[in-house]
């Protein structure tokens, strides 16, 4: 059965890595719905937020793959209820429509917010889950979207041992 | 702390390799590489580079000089054309896990992404296909680069490794100072064997009656011939290998068994389907050993042991997926075990394999009539070499001929493609067998096929007067492709027969002593001559067009639906 996993990976911060592991999905046909790469909390190590929409099986197999990248630290994968995860959308509306319309009630409703109004469209901004993005989308369709972008989730994990505990008792590289 | 020196980057690159122990190099010359090639020039003494025909060679000769040395090869070739045509020999060697270092010059930094003339980017193409890769720009990046790419290459579950460097990077002047690399905080090459695991494995071992142990090509890399012939003497369980497991145990063991897989021997796989417990060392599962996946094992409890984490539960499903170095797991439960085969489950095996004897192995060695046979020249070398050569082979019929009819005695004495099925593999890896090893007998079993694909290499043997013996298997046809035709395609043998040229002419040419035999009488006093020889030889033998290699598990069947012919 496919079910949404978000894939968590931790990498020194190289050239190239990035493709590196993507090749992993490509290799097995699976589609990436997002992803993000940034910093962590530890110093010179970036965290990989992949969401997949995959058999568990195909997963772990492709995570093993992922810790197999040699300046891969740690690879690991949630599902959706073992993590707090959001994601931004923006809405570009025509000005015409968003005054014309009752835009600002279904704001406060929806808990989004208008970031930047020019002469002749506004932009709404969203937090939250896919679901609520989408929500908002739907909602936001008749005032006639000129422009929509979201950007990928990023998760929290909320198991008990930081990673970041693990990935400080690395050791470091060492020369002979 | 060793004093500086300063030195241009190409410098400091055949300085760091001679500081990582190499005294052999592969390669090939061409414009974004040639300020390393200048600067060896001064190093003849301490860098053996040997010239090959076509870069494709140099990779596959690498590699098999790193099969045979136990060091990593390390192969040169200069940008675009020169490194693209690498491409096969890394993914060969990444798919058969060899540690092979390239290196591979490229357009100069300012030009990098410009479509410049011979700038490929290898970095990206490599990508899939080495254990790691990394392009250096600037000079003082290069003792790190190198120092990684022996340490990543060699360590672990080896590979192939490849620095692309910048023709720039080259010619820059830095101080050079080089440090080896002791561990690297993202890489674990070394999982710590979990002893709790060697326990439950004696536990299931004590419950089973009828164990079957797999030895794979990871048993050679981690040099761990000696504790697996501990645990099978101990055991007495019946040991079956893969095609790059081959040579692990000699094949006159009483526990051997035989090869596994789509054309390995009748017994381990029909008796894989029947074994309760299979204890798979250092090896994974390749499909062309599982067959039919979903009918593997059924009755099999399975043992998995890796130092790759990636292969445990991949293809197969372990009931004990044991991520550890097979060396360190044998060493433990070598002085553990008290178990002990019965010797009914063993004779089984022995009645299969009387089976394939009379039926295939037979009239394959001894045929009193008709064409010769490769499997009758195959053994015929063996016996002249008292099994003790390293034989080097080619992709197709001639292949799985001499893995099935050499009879392996020694560690490290196949050399073959067995993940990536090259054709073209043979010939160049022979030539990096005979370098490794300049005092071993070094025989090539090849295809016409096959050995048209890097022929050039020939003029290699010739320049350095590598004592090869090469014998070519002349079928006129691609003999496996045509097997395949005749057995699934109703005998459509769709662009599979071409003529092909007069191999001992062509070898004179280079200047290699040859010969063609066609009539059994003539082939004993050849095979003598070729081996009194002293320097290459080349033998060509005109073998029956139509025969197929048996037994086979034909595709998409269960390995206990081997057949020994095809009426079957």
Redesign the interface.
Known sequence: MKELFTIIAFSENHIGLLNRITIIFTRRHINIESLTVSSTEVKGIHRFNIVVYETREQVEKVVAQIEKVSEVMRAEYYTNDEVVSREIALYKIPLKTAIEENLEQLLREYDARMVDVQSDFVVIEKTGHVEDTEKIYDLLEPFGILQFVRSGSIPITKQRKELSTYLNELPRDEYA | MEEKTRVSGAEALLLSLIREKVDTIFGYPGGAIMPMYDKMYDKHDLLNHILVRHEQGAAHAAQAYAQVTGKPGVCFATSGPGATNLMTGITNANLDSIPVVFITAQVPSGLLGTDAFQETDM??LS??VT???Y?ITSAEKIPEAV?KAFY?AKSGRPGPVLLDITKDAQIQEFDFHY?????????NPKPTLDKNQVQQALDMMSQSKKPLLLAGHGILIANARDELMEFVDKTKIPTAVTLLGKSVIDEEHPCFVGMLGMHGNYAPNKLTNEADLIIAAGMRFDDRVTGDISRYAPNAKIIHVDI???E???NVKADLAIHADIKDFLQQIVPAQYYTCNSEWRQEFKRLNEMEKEKVIAPELYPENGHLRAGEVISKVSQLTKREAIVVTDVGQNQMMAARYYGFKNPNTLITSGGLGTMGFGLPAAVGAQVGKPDKTVVLFTGDGGFQMTAQELGTVVQYQLPVKIIIFNNNFLGMVRQWQNLFNDKRYAQTTMPTPDFPMMAKSFGIESKWVRERDQLDNTIEEMFSHEGPYLLEVSIEKEANVFPMIYPGKAVDEIVLHEDQ
Not at chain 2, 179 to 187: A, D, G, Q, T, V
Request: proline share 4%.
């Open positions: 970095i990206s990508m899939p254990k790691w890769n392009q120092a990543f440090k080896r690399i002791k561990s690297i905080r993202s890489y790759d984490k990636a445990l539960n991949k």
